[in-house]
């Protein structure tokens, strides 16, 4: 059977959004395997010309007839994609999720559902909210997909939960990354990397990826490395322009803040690199991830150091840091913690180094796209 894929999130680059990632790197694998593959988004400016290949939406403001308007948008370009698939892949839920679940489930479509950020938009979450009707509606439609995605242990605990005794197949397994991409490099072209992005070969690096807004903990790290009596740079990869129309969320303090908070406790030590096309280069290059947010699914970030080979050290992160794909992990309760693995693999390359390759090898067999790739199949079909 030749399979054609429609996926569906909130938003792809180059709005700034995990789930939209995931959208945009699995698509571009599935058309590397020569695969029909469509993306349906939303965007909240006049959409600029795409290709084929993906539709964009236009969100309104709010009110009863934009919101008409919308759906009404939404319906006429959404149903005839779907009449042409035959998978139909939702990422994350979004505004009408309820509407693709339905119009694929009365045309016969194989669904599949991947929650992404934990109590926001897992099961429990998403038929818990709301009104009862509402609460009911969503309880009864997730009921209709085909496969969940969950891709941390706790979606898939929270999903049994709730489907006690369900037909719905679940497959528990991180969201894929592109492990030729992310990579480990040999010294000498670490050395030749470093020299291009004008960054000295003489510290260690310590790497953070993700825009600088309040959940992602950015203000602990900040005091915590303050505190280190070593040699480090550290770099952030995430958003800085707080004006920047394709950053959506209403953020622009938490960016303001963290900027001149971090250059405040770390002075030259700390590189705010904005968003990059290329982030690979930096995993390539670093010594150490760092992760204190209060709250994601499973973020990509992670699985882009694992296979970059970079140790990673984290706040501990439900349904992740009991999970034995991420025992070759740091997780901590507190920055107290948090500091001494940091000191800890910074006086130690060795370590960090055997951490690396075991860290690649699990990346390698467990997160690769075509490894999700073939589990999404054996589990639709």
């Known amino acids: 059977m030749k399979h054609h894929w429609l996926i569906f999130t909130s938003f792809l680059p180059p709005f700034r959004a995990g789930a939209g990632e995931n959208a945009q790197n699995f698509a571009g694998f599935l058309r590397s395997i020569n695969k029909e593959v469509r993306t349906i988004s939303f965007t909240n400016y006049k959409p ?73 938009d897992d099961v429990e979450s998403l038929t818990s909210a709301g009104s009862y009707i509402k609460r009911k509606l969503r309880y009864n439609l997730l009921g209709k997909i085909s496969l969940y995605i969950a891709i941390n242990k706790e979606f898939e605990k929270r999903w049994i939960d709730k489907y006690k005794n369900h037909k719905t197949k679940i497959l528990t397994t991180p969201q894929g990354v592109d492990i030729q991409k992310y990579s480990p490099l ?3 072209n670490k050395l030749h990397v470093k020299s291009c992005l004008g960054i000295s070969n003489k510290v260690p690096i310590i790497l953070s990826v993700g825009n600088l807004t309040l959940r992602k903990g950015y203000d602990k790290i900040f005091r915590v490395l303050s505190s280190i009596k070593k040699d480090f740079i550290y770099i952030i990869l995430g958003e800085l322009d707080s004006s920047s129309k394709f950053y959506f969320w209403n953020k622009n303090n938490d960016i303001t803040d963290h900027h001149m908070g971090g250059k405040k406790l770390l002075g030259d030590k700390i590189l705010f690199m904005g968003y990059q096309n290329n982030p690979h280069y930096f995993y390539q290059i670093a010594d150490i991830f760092l992760s204190f947010s209060q709250q994601e699914g499973l973020p990509n970030s992670f699985l882009e150091a694992m296979s970059s080979g970079v140790p990673i050290i984290s706040r501990k992160m439900e349904g992740v840091d009991n999970w034995p794909l991420f025992d070759n992990a740091y997780f901590c309760e507190e920055t107290n913690d948090f500091k001494r693995q940091i000191e800890k693999l910074l006086d130690s390359q060795a370590e960090r180094e055997t951490i690396g390759v075991k860290s690649r090898m699990i990346a390698v067999e467990s997160f690769s796209f075509e490894r999700l790739y073939n589990k999404i199949i054996e589990g639709l079909y």
């Open 186 to 188: 040999v010294a000498k």
């Open 48 to 120: 600029e010309e795409t290709n084929h290949y993906d539709i964009r939406i236009r969100l309104r403001k709010k009110g009863v007839i934009n919101n008409a308007l919308f759906k009404i948008s939404f319906i006429i370009k959404a149903l005839p994609a779907i009449y042409k698939t035959n998978i139909v892949y939702i990422i994350g839920s979004f505004s009408n999720f309820l509407i693709v679940i339905f119009i694929s489930w009365i045309l016969n479509k194989k669904i599949i559902f991947s929650s992404t950020l934990l109590n926001a």
